[in-house]
Nanobody, 124 residues
Framework: QVQLVESGGGLVQAGGSLRLSCAASGRPFSDYAMGWFRQAPGKEREFVGAINWSGRSTYYADSVKGRFAISRDNARNTVYLQMNSLKPEDTAVYYC?????????????????WGQGTQVTVSS
């Protein structure tokens, strides 16, 4: 069992930056690939990016590539999502998730555990 808690969301102007954190507890953090997803009101959940267990490999949705960056600190049991050049269309609740099976995945159904989410609002 893994518990995930996101933090760092908030209100930011377009063009600004935020860094989200996701702290994990429970089973060894390095057992899991980690992903970030988001869901805007009235829309389906969307893959943002993922990172493998070691942090050496990352994978991003085209919509955030070049603006967002995922990293992890296994010693701190934490994964991060650095978001730069934010746009109003990035407004959503952001979730982190843990996947014990795959190197990394863009399919939310592959993830075993989810956090409660943190709201990110980008004003124009």
């Amino acid at each position: 069992q893994v518990q995930l808690v996101e933090s760092g969301g908030g209100l930011v102007q377009a063009g600004g930056s935020l860094r989200l954190s996701c702290a994990a507890s429970g089973r060894p953090f390095s057992d899991y690939a980690m992903g970030w997803f988001r869901q805007a009101p009235g829309k389906e959940r969307e893959f943002v990016g993922a990172i493998n267990w070691s942090g050496r490999s990352t994978y991003y949705a085209d919509s955030v590539k070049g603006r967002f960056a995922i990293s992890r600190d296994n010693a701190r049991n934490t994964v991060y999502l650095q978001m730069n050049s934010l746009k109003p269309e990035d407004t959503a609740v952001y979730y982190c998730a843990a996947d014990s099976t795959h190197i990394y995945s863009d399919d939310g159904n592959d993830y075993d555990y989810w956090g409660q989410g943190t709201q990110v609002t980008v004003s124009s």
